[in-house]
């Protein structure tokens, strides 16, 4: 349906008449609020601005990351922007050798290059505070990262780990210099969603 | 009335005032500014006209199809009429958002404005079809026989003479498919129509708290109160007199000629729309996703969730419906009527702006039942009073009051009385209500996915879950174990409907 090298240099290219119904986005998906705010961070308020205005006019909205992601397997539409391992869950359940879409990533730095960390947490009120500590510094031990490397294709956190799923090498993706603690409870990624009328 | 029956016909009633208080609170915050901003955004008019373009589509089309089909089977020729009356009700088994997810696994293509049109009409038009059956069915064939002797037209009879009969039928069903529409989540956000119920709850995805969602809610229950309310007047209304004297005599069976068989070509058609394509692709989905193998386990969680919510909560929904009945039916009254046709107009209010309701004010002012089972219990009861009801007035109305009053004065207590006299004979009546709710509360998908504790999982939601990740093998099992627990609900509701209408 589409091959590589038709692909945009930026995904702010996306938001463009040229892709009007050929790409699809999640509005309501946590990641795309990050992606909002990296944007803005990155470009301007009014360029993240600009860019939801268009994709709302000429992008496809999805639930999820994973219905957008099984559109474009199953030749809906030519690309979709998800995380990573979207990819790998469908490739688990029809044979990697069997996919018909591929992953491609941005890299050069550009604002859909951006890296998600994947959090937890403990909430102050839980009756289970020592429960809760030692499963969270299970979560980050070897074991637990190990555990969880092999459940979804992330990057695993912990230095010397390799994902099982031969995820392209962390050290090639070439992300921009935008970091969680920037991006930080995104309130303001919801406001320009709400301006473009997108929420 | 005994002041134990108004103390407990006044818990519901004042459950079912929350939504409307969560809505006035936190639209309240906004203030007037905010709120006019808020109603005057462009989002705000494309949601509102895309709500109305579905809910108006869906009815126009249920009506259509509901006269032309209900006026085929009564009233035509058509062979083996019998036999279609019981199956054109049939799609009912079938929930909207299974529905949904079978069409959308088929083609990409029905994910739209037309797609939704298409497969809510598909779901939606018995509503309409069996309350007209039954009017025709007891519409007296002397008007027509009046207005064919003075020399109009079979076309020109139908729309002076039938028409008018049916009306009532008619209006009432079209108006509950159009309150269904409005408040329909689910299939529509499967289909990606956005309305102001996808639009609510992608607002509580990202931001709990949102004065957006609240004024939104307002605006749908504007719609959709209105509409409860025409149809629950309707219905009390509906009276179909006859003059004149002697029997009423069978109408005549008009003959269809030639369009005989395509008359019946096209209704077979439509069952297969509405019933066969669905259930069709269950079964498809369910061999992929055996061959597959997964989800074995989870099946028997989801059963378990699924019970573990709808058993307690039928049995408090009709605990609470049971008084607002007994008040009505015994002790009448102005006040008992109101507590007993609030419930039905508050029918209208969608799911998800009870669940959404429950959660602004659990959180601030009772926080330790917030995710609790007991948010999902009350959620049940504001959303199926009226269903408890209906199921059971005719039992409580077969009760003879007069041996309950006897025991009174032989000196037992008002609620001694009730106890050992009314209760045991009303009891089966009771049974049957409980079973049609929890199959009814197995189905309801919107407040249980918001208000369920984290980590229960029903039939519903683990259909939902599979499907919105595009998991349609996965969501097969769940789906067509509902589909199957739907058949005593829609059983239920044709022979209500039939003896509701019928002289």
Redesign the interface.
């Given at each position: 349906m589409i091959t590589e090298s038709e692909l945009p240099a930026s995904v702010l290219d996306f938001a463009a008449e040229a892709w009007k119904g050929k790409f699809a986005y999640a509005p309501t998906s946590g990641a795309f609020q990050a992606q909002i705010a990296a944007i803005s961070i990155m470009k301007g308020r009014d360029a993240a601005l600009a860019w939801l205005k268009g994709l709302k006019d000429f992008g496809v909205s999805y639930n999820s990351d994973s219905g957008a992601m099984l559109a474009v397997e199953k030749g809906e539409i030519p690309v979709a922007l998800v995380n990573n391992y979207y990819w790998y869950s469908v490739a688990r359940e029809t044979g990697e050798d069997k996919m018909k879409s591929a992953l491609h990533f941005i890299g050069h730095q550009d604002p859909g290059a951006l890296i998600m960390v994947a959090a937890a947490g403990m909430l102050k009120s839980s009756k289970k505070q020592e429960a809760g500590q030692q499963f969270l510094a299970f979560m980050v031990s070897e074991e637990g990262q190990k555990a969880i490397a092999e459940a979804t294709a992330e990057y695993p956190l912990r230095p010397g780990l390799v994902s099982p799923y031969g995820l392209k090498p962390f050290g090639e993706l070439d992300p921009p210099p935008v970091t969680p603690s920037d991006i930080g409870d995104a309130e303001d990624a919801l406001a320009l969603a709400r301006e473009a009328g997108l929420a | 009335m005994p002041p134990w029956l108004l103390f407990a016909a006044a818990i519901p009633v004042f459950l079912i005032c929350l939504p409307l208080a969560y809505v006035a609170l936190r639209s309240g915050q906004a203030g007037p500014a905010g709120i006019i901003a808020e109603l005057g955004?462009?989002?705000t008019l494309?949601l509102l006209l895309n709500t109305l373009v579905i809910a108006l589509g869906v009815t126009v089309a249920s009506s259509l199809i509901g006269v032309v089909g209900a006026w085929c089977i009564e009233r035509s020729d058509l062979p083996g009429r019998k036999w279609w009356r019981i199956v054109v009700t049939l799609p009912l088994a079938v929930p909207a958002f299974v529905a949904s997810y079978a069409w959308s696994s088929i083609d990409?293509a029905f994910e739209s404005m037309p797609g939704a049109i298409f497969i809510l009409t598909l779901s939606a038009y018995p509503l309409v079809l069996l309350p007209v059956a039954a009017a025709l069915r007891s519409a007296d064939p002397g008007f027509e026989d009046v207005s064919r002797s003075l020399g109009r037209g079979p076309w020109a009879t139908f729309f002076g003479a039938v028409l008018p009969q049916i009306r009532p039928a008619l209006a009432a069903g079209a108006l509950l498919v159009l309150t269904h529409t409005l408040s329909e989540f689910g299939a529509l956000?499967?289909l990606?129509v956005?309305t102001f119920t996808t639009?609510i709850f992608?607002?509580y995805?990202?931001?709990f708290d949102n004065a957006?969602a609240a004024l939104q809610s307002a605006v749908l229950m504007a719609l959709c109160l209105p509409a409860a309310y025409g149809e629950m007047r309707l219905r009390l209304k509906t009276q179909v007199a006859r003059v004149g004297k002697g029997s009423r005599r069978h109408a005549p069976l008009a003959a269809l000629g030639p369009i005989r068989w395509p008359v019946a070509l096209a209704l077979g058609a439509l069952v297969v729309l509405a019933l066969g394509v669905p259930t069709g692709t269950l079964v498809y989905w369910l061999r992929v996703g055996s061959s597959?193998g997964h989800g074995r386990g989870e099946i028997w969680d989801a059963i378990g969730g699924s019970f573990s919510l709808a058993l307690p909560g039928a049995a408090i929904v009709v605990l609470f419906a049971l008084p607002l009945v007994l008040a009505s039916s015994r002790h009448g009254g102005r006040l008992a009527q109101i507590a007993d046709r609030l419930p039905y107009i508050v029918h209208g209010l969608p799911g998800l702006v009870v669940a959404l309701a429950l959660v602004f004010l659990s959180i601030r002012f009772a926080h330790p039942l917030y995710q609790t089972v007991v948010l999902v219990f009350v959620a049940y009861t504001m959303m199926f009073l009226p269903l408890a009801q209906s199921a059971l007035r005719g039992p409580v109305e077969l009760a003879p009051a007069r041996l309950e009053e006897m025991a009174r004065g032989l000196g037992r207590s008002p609620f001694g009385a009730f106890a050992s006299i009314t209760l045991p004979a009303i009891a089966p009546g009771i049974g049957a209500a409980l079973a049609l709710l929890a199959l009814e509360l197995m189905r309801e998908l919107t407040a249980t996915l918001m208000l369920a504790p984290s980590g229960t999982v029903t039939l519903a939601t683990a259909v939902w879950g599979h499907t919105?990740?595009?998991?349609y093998a996965a969501a097969a099992p769940f789906a067509a174990l509902l589909v199957a627990a739907s058949a005593l609900p829609v059983y239920f509701f044709t022979r209500r409907t039939l003896e509701l209408y019928e002289l």
């Open positions: - | 955004r462009q989002r494309d990409g956000a499967l990606r956005q639009s992608a607002s995805e990202l931001q957006t597959a919105t990740d595009g998991e």
